[in-house]
């Protein structure tokens, strides 16, 4: 069982290494991800953001415009995640409270 | 070779994070640390979308008026920022369940330890 676990750990190891080493160089401007257009000649979602948050919201932070402006309902549902944790929270240590 | 080097060690790093949580995961017998090391096994994919998110010669996407928004190379790429943002949320929320779960089992049963905890529970 012990050495089923470390072939595990060795061989999730070497296939992450091997699989890191076919991507971009970090920091690399040219990498297609920071590129302003795609491949196929649409404009990278990215790039679009960088260059249009300003005029759509109104805002400087550009993070701030994608979080609470292109994506307020999905923050929102992110929300209601966190409120349900603290609602189970909540309702197991009440549960251990009445139990002693 | 040196450039190879120079632009994946940050990657390297990342999985060598992954591997110490995963061993958390696998190998120890508390139901604490095997979360600990749930908690290091999320803070790399965190850190592995970051450093894959870094741009040289750019600041943070915050917009400057001294700087030209129309090149785009000016600015860090926003998207992975912020879905780690959620990411980080999410994690938290969920990490604050498992331990109030691992509380009510220590009240229960008087222990963490998963071997004893299968001895009991049988």
């Not at chain 1, 919201?57 to 944790?85: C, H, M, W």
């Not at chain 2, 190998?27 to 979360?35: A, D, H």
């Not at chain 2, 600041?59 to 959620?86: C, F, G, K």
Request: with cysteine; charged share 15%.
């Amino acid at each position: 069982m012990k050495a089923l676990k470390i072939i595990i750990l060795i061989l999730f190891a070497s296939v992450m290494i091997y699989a890191a080493s076919d991507l971009p160089y970090r920091g690399d401007p040219d990498n297609l991800m920071h590129a302003e257009e795609s491949i196929t000649g649409t404009k990278v979602v990215g790039s679009y953001v960088i260059q249009e948050a300003y005029n759509d919201a109104k805002t400087p932070n550009i993070v701030t415009v994608i979080l609470g402006d292109y994506r307020s309902v999905d923050t929102f549902g992110e929300q209601v995640v966190v409120f349900t944790a603290g609602l189970i929270t909540i309702l197991i240590l009440r549960n251990r409270r009445r139990l002693t | 070779m040196l450039d190879f080097f120079l632009g994946h060690y940050a990657y390297w790093f990342v999985v060598i994070l992954m591997c110490v949580g995963l061993y958390g995961i696998l190998f120890k017998k508390n139901l604490v640390k095997k979360t600990i090391g749930l908690a290091i096994f999320q803070v790399s994919v965190v850190l592995y979308f970051v450093s894959i998110a870094s741009k040289w010669d750019a600041t943070v996407p915050v917009r400057d008026s001294n700087i030209p928004v129309e090149q785009v190379a000016n600015y860090l790429n926003p998207l992975p920022h912020t879905l780690m943002l959620t990411a980080i949320v999410v994690g938290v929320a969920t990490l604050g369940v498992a331990f109030t779960l691992l509380m009510a089992i220590y009240n229960r049963y008087g222990t963490l330890d998963e071997q004893e905890l299968l001895e009991e529970i049988q």
